[in-house]
């Protein structure tokens, strides 16, 4: 059974850092893109980053390109966002996600909640 | 960015009832579509891929069609567990969403 399990959310001030971490099991990951994917309260959804199976490759949208960085360890499963220079537009339910063969989500993380706020 | 409009944003249905679901592209997707559910204070789970592939686990009742820029997920035979909001996404260029709709029971 594939699982994703967030850690790393929580409240953070303007303009500081956090970085979430993402533990993968039930499948090889080192043989599937994975991504990031947030939804602000009661809003949609929003892609935030894309790696590629070995980490050489990565993608964001503008609204985070510069200031979020996306990285995996295949050795441990794991997949990582590094949040700097937060605003309060950040604020928001972030799921760990493994693509699919395509560039769909085939499975979600539970999510973890960032808040910025002062 | 291409641009994902979902209609309608809410909706509601009884059971036994079909019902659809649309999605507009801002450009031509080429399929590039997946539908998505998600339940209130749970994460998102996948539909469909490619605009009609049924995904791993999910009940032969949902369904997705379309092409170019115009797309829709039917559900047949309304059960009681499909309350639930549902979202559209793109990827033939970076993913984007649709807005969502919300679905409840009449």
């Known amino acids: 059974e594939v699982q994703l399990v967030e850690s790393g959310g929580g409240l953070v001030q303007p303009g500081r850092s956090l970085k979430l971490s993402c533990a993968a099991s039930?499948?090889?990951?080192?043989?599937?893109?994975m991504a990031w994917v947030r939804q602000a309260p009661k809003k949609g959804l929003e892609w935030v980053a894309t790696i590629s199976t070995s980490g050489s490759r990565t993608y964001y949208p503008d609204s985070v390109k510069g200031r979020f960085t996306i990285s995996r360890d295949n050795a441990k499963s794991s997949l990582y966002l590094q949040m700097n220079s937060l605003k309060s537009e950040d604020t928001a339910t972030y799921y760990c996600?493994?693509?699919?063969?395509?560039?769909?989500?085939?499975?979600w993380g539970q999510g973890t909640l960032v808040t910025v706020s002062s | 960015d291409i641009q994902m409009t979902q209609s309608p944003a809410s909706l509601s249905a009884s059971l036994g009832e079909t019902v659809t679901i649309e999605c507009r592209a801002s450009e031509d997707i080429y399929n590039g579509l997946a539908w998505y559910q998600q339940k209130p204070g749970k994460s998102p789970q996948l539909l469909i891929y490619n605009a009609n592939s049924l995904h791993t686990g999910v009940p032969s009742r949902f369904s997705g069609s379309g092409s170019g820029t115009q797309y829709s997920l039917k559900i047949n035979s309304l059960q009681s567990e499909d309350v639930a909001s549902y979202f559209c996404?793109?990827?033939?260029?970076?993913?984007?969403f649709g807005g969502g709709t919300k679905l409840e029971l009449k």
């Open positions: 039930g499948f090889t990951f080192s043989n599937y893109y």
């Open positions: 996600a493994r693509h699919g063969v395509g560039r769909w989500f085939a499975y």
């Open positions: 996404q793109q990827y033939y260029n970076y993913p984007t």
